[in-house]
């Protein structure tokens, strides 16, 4: 029976943790605002981290909006910074270079998500009449 989580994924969940946290404590950079890290994704050599990040915004960001050019560049003015708070903060022998990608799929579902409402409307997917039928018999 395979393992549930494989090691790459527990330092990903780990590098994630450790980041979100530095992010918010360490890094002084004006430029980087609310972000938020979605996911961290590990090579199998531990070489390189490929962190997918999201920015907390009024307005709709996508990749060439110029406050995410922004907050990449700050995230990977820091990333040798970060790297080295990582490696005191964990206990590998191999801390990854880390790599900040933008996350588009947050703005893509909600995309999808105001589709949805254009196409079918508000109205719930079962009515609460019928939920009651079903609930008395």
């Known amino acids: 029976m395979p393992r549930e989580f494989s090691r790459l994924d527990r330092i990903g969940d780990q590098i994630q943790k450790e ?27 531990l070489g390189y981290a490929d962190i997918y990040v999201s920015v907390l915004s009024t307005e709709e960001l996508n990749e060439e ?36 990608h933008f996350d588009a799929l947050q703005g893509q579902s909600r995309r999808i998500d105001s589709l949805i409402d254009k196409a079918v409307g508000k109205q719930p997917a ?3 009449d019928d939920n009651n039928d079903d609930q008395e018999s």
Do not use: C, Y
């Open 126 to 128: 079962v009515r609460q």
């Open 19 to 45: 980041l979100s946290h530095l992010i918010m404590r360490e890094v002084k950079d004006p430029r980087v605002g609310m972000v938020t890290i979605n996911s961290v994704r590990v090579s199998k050599d």
């Open 65 to 100: 909006s110029a406050e995410i050019q922004d907050t990449l560049k700050a995230l990977r003015s820091a990333a040798g910074f970060l790297r080295g708070q990582l490696g005191r903060a964990m206990k590998l022998r191999v801390i990854p270079q880390l790599r900040f």
